[in-house]
């Protein structure tokens, strides 16, 4: 059974095709998973006969509605019987062939299920840097609020993770981000730095970078500087 479109919702909904495509899959497991040598050894024997039998519930509900005097009570039971062997069935899916690496691309097409898409749209690294102030919270805390450079909303960019904010206390004005020489990922905006009592009074300098979700880190921002209160 070759699949013609990957959709979010692969499982059919119109009920002659939930049923072809249930009975397909039914049977798929089965002969691979049959024989004195079975291909597939990662399903139990206890899910392939939960997977049988709700088949064979569902196609017992399905059966008189496909007649011309069938009632309003058999289709409401075919109705339940769908929903309920539905959830299952994308359980199953899910756990024991959508993702096993016993179970290859073949065998999902000859399923009717989607495989992952292999061209996914590749992260760049990040070409902008963070812009961000700083709040004076209350006592040796400071808030620092950021966004993408130029942009007007709090989102962050496609494929970033979040800020690495970078600051050090010093007497001097750093000469690169290099000096700065604690740092910590902030996932979402504004970021509360916690100080001592120790650092009150001194000038603490920050500047940050964007990070995306495969560890690379963008160009960074302007150092900025205040006294911790």
């Not at 590749?122 to 808030?143: G, H, N, Q, V």
């Not at 120790?198 to 880190?217: L, P």
């Amino acid at each position: 059974m070759s699949q013609e479109k990957h959709t979010k919702d692969f499982v059919p909904d119109e009920d002659g095709a939930y049923d072809e495509f249930f009975k397909n899959i039914t049977q798929y497991v089965a002969q691979k998973c049959g024989g004195a040598d079975p291909e597939w050894t990662h399903i139990p024997q206890a899910a392939r006969t939960a997977l049988s039998n709700d088949y064979a519930a569902w196609y017992t509900a399905y059966g008189p509605t496909t007649k011309k005097t069938h009632t309003s009570a058999d289709t409401a039971e075919k109705n339940r019987v769908k929903k309920a062997t539905k959830k299952r069935l994308r359980t199953f899916i899910k756990v024991y062939l959508r993702y096993h690496p016993d179970v290859t691309n073949k065998d999902r097409d000859n399923c009717g299920v989607p495989n992952d898409d292999e061209t996914r749209t590749p992260i760049p690294d990040p070409p902008t840097r963070p812009e961000f102030f700083i709040k004076l919270l209350d006592i040796m805390r400071l808030a620092i609020h950021f966004w993408d450079q130029g942009s007007s909303s709090k989102a962050k960019p496609y494929g970033i993770d979040g800020a690495v904010i970078y600051w050090a206390i010093l007497d001097h004005v750093p000469a690169g981000i290099k000096e700065l020489t604690n740092s910590v990922l902030a996932t979402r905006t504004p970021y509360i730095l916690e100080f001592t009592e120790e650092d009150r009074g001194k000038t603490v300098y920050i500047a940050m970078r964007w990070q995306n979700e495969k560890g690379r880190k963008g160009p960074p921002s302007e150092i900025q500087s205040t006294i911790v209160p």
